[in-house]
């Protein structure tokens, strides 16, 4: 997935969930446009760490050669906006689709030619909300909520879940 807009004076916790969004429900790429900061890459490196998987990171990336070089190599492109199609009447066109996807989020204003280049606009409702939220429906929808049962391999700590209390089992030699 790919993050347009960072500002680093007030961003930082709303990118941080967005990066730990798109790592448990499925996604696995985080690409911060524009710029690089250090402290959400230090923070998804501890969880990768601690909680396994892997993620492709970028960073300070031209988010429109990003886009452009994407598309050249066979890819498709979601931007999740609240002016889109909704997202029941695409969801499955975009299931059915066998290309690579790259799906955008913004920050504030999102420049046009994100709407132009994008395969799918695509709103969770038209209502404006979140980034976060956008993303984790989006995700959701896509895997039909198959992606919350997803195992990470090399994870150090992992949940059993439970009806009450915190139960976590931890390996010191992940794999
Ligand atoms: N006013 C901004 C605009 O015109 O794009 C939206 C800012 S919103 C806080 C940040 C991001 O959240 C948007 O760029 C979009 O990716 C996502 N977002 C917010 N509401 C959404 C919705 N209803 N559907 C899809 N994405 C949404």
């Not at 396994?52 to 050669?65: D, R, T």
């Not at 695409?90 to 290309?99: C, K, L, S, T």
């Amino acid at each position: 997935m790919l993050r347009l807009g960072h500002r680093p004076e007030r961003d930082k916790r709303i990118t941080t969930h967005v990066a730990l969004v798109a790592r448990a429900f499925g996604a696995n790429g985080f690409i911060l446009e524009g710029i690089c900061d250090d402290s959400i890459t230090a923070s998804i490196k501890g969880v990768l760490e601690r909680w396994g998987g892997e993620m492709h990171l970028e960073c300070g990336v031209n988010g429109k050669s990003y886009v452009r070089r994407w598309r050249g190599e066979g890819g498709r492109v979601v931007h999740l906006t609240m002016y889109g199609l909704p997202l029941d009447f695409v969801v499955e066109e975009i299931r059915a689709d066998p290309n690579p996807k790259l799906v955008i989020v913004g920050a504030e204003k999102v420049e046009r030619f994100y709407y132009e280049a994008a395969d799918w606009n695509v709103a969770v409702g038209n209502q404006p909300h979140s980034e976060v939220a956008a993303l984790a429906l989006f995700l959701d929808r896509l895997y039909r909520g198959r992606e919350l049962y997803t195992r990470y391999p090399r994870a150090r700590l992992e949940i059993r879940p439970s009806r009450r209390g915190k139960s976590v089992v931890s390996s010191s030699e992940p794999g």
